[in-house]
């Protein structure tokens, strides 16, 4: 990504020569639904692709200029025809207000000759109320009006929406691309572990070491391996896991998908190679002959099911207190 935020990610090259394709045959999508995984920046092309539409005398390639006024004023986060619609805080939904707000100023013309964007993340976490009023922009677009969605999770938006958009799916990049562009970003740090931390997402890659996450998904994961050897206080570390704040649950949960999976693998003996965790295979593998794989899957499923519950009201107290007492059972009964 360059300093002035005009280029997109190098594993990005294939989609943004499809968005500016749009601009050039003059066929920008009135609604274009971006979906893919975390961390591998939606958000940025998005930006990326909302600047050259913005800009006042693009490129020849239909890029941003960088210097024009709209594009001055994008910096500056103060450009009349770009609008951002996100809830207020982190995990929040988005509500009606919000799109009511949306809708009266789509109802005026655009302010520049250019285009209007609108980015709306997470899509998904629109309210009922509120995707149901947001319909009714997708039925009748205004002017030079171009409006972007992104999700992580398009399936839980509602049909009527995803029929009414163009879609764009950002595939997890090419593992070898990803690789040469962590090691560029990360000096000090495993980058390979990292990657295969996030899953194959670079950005979320790069947060992880940021944030020093291998070391306290090491020692999360020394406490689990307590709880299966039935020395660990599962209520007061159902506490500890929920208070704190260096990392986020559904992270946690992600990590004890994985370590499940991997589990699941070594009681197959399948290819070690495709494990999720290789630096965790020696003690996985000293849990895996002393499962029961009808109990593993259905633990399995419960952890899946607890990952899609975090965005609702569910006591998270409760939930994680619930998932170590059979992982207890399973491992220490």
């Given amino acids: ?98 799109i009511r707000q949306l809708i009266v100023k789509l109802a005026l013309k655009p302010q520049f000759s250019a285009y209007r964007v609108v ?19 997708l039925e009748e677009p205004t002017e030079r009006t171009c409006l972007l969605l992104l999700t992580d999770k398009p399936a839980r938006l509602p049909a009527t929406i995803r029929s009414r958009c163009q879609s764009l799916h950002c595939q997890t990049p090419d593992k070898a691309i990803a690789m040469k562009w962590l090691q560029q970003q990360v000096v000090k740090q495993n980058p390979e572990l990292l990657l295969s931390l996030a899953q194959g997402a670079p950005l979320l890659a790069r947060q992880y070491a940021e944030n020093n996450l291998p070391t306290i998904r090491e020692e999360l994961f020394q406490n689990w391996m307590l709880v299966a050897e039935g020395k660990a206080n599962l209520i007061a570390l159902a506490e500890q896991w929920q208070k704190q704040d260096k990392l986020e649950l559904s992270v946690l949960l992600k990590w004890m998908i994985s370590w499940i999976a991997d589990l699941t693998k070594m009681a197959y003996r399948a290819d070690l190679h495709t494990l999720q965790n290789p630096d965790l295979k020696k003690y996985l593998q000293a849990l895996a002959g002393r499962l029961e794989l009808k109990q593993l899957y259905a633990f399995y499923d419960a952890l899946l099911e607890a990952h899609s519950q975090l965005s609702s009201q569910i006591n998270k107290q409760l939930m994680l207190e619930q998932l170590l007492i059979r992982w207890s059972q399973l491992t220490t009964g």
């Fill in 1 to 98: 990504m360059s300093v002035s935020g005009l280029t997109v990610y190098p594993w990005q090259d294939p989609l943004w020569q499809q968005l500016l394709e749009y601009v050039a045959l003059q066929r920008v999508p009135q609604a274009l639904l971006i979906s893919g995984s975390a961390g591998i920046g939606k958000r940025h092309l998005a930006e990326v692709y909302a600047r050259s539409l913005l800009c006042h005398y693009p490129l020849a390639d239909h890029s941003a200029c960088g210097v024009c006024q709209g594009c001055k004023l994008w910096v500056a986060q103060t450009h009349p025809d770009y609008i951002l619609i996100e809830p207020d805080e982190p995990g929040k939904g988005i509500g009606i207000d919000k």
């Fill in 119 to 137: 980015i709306i993340e997470p899509a998904d976490l629109m309210n009922t109320a509120a995707a149901n009023a947001f319909l009714k922009s």
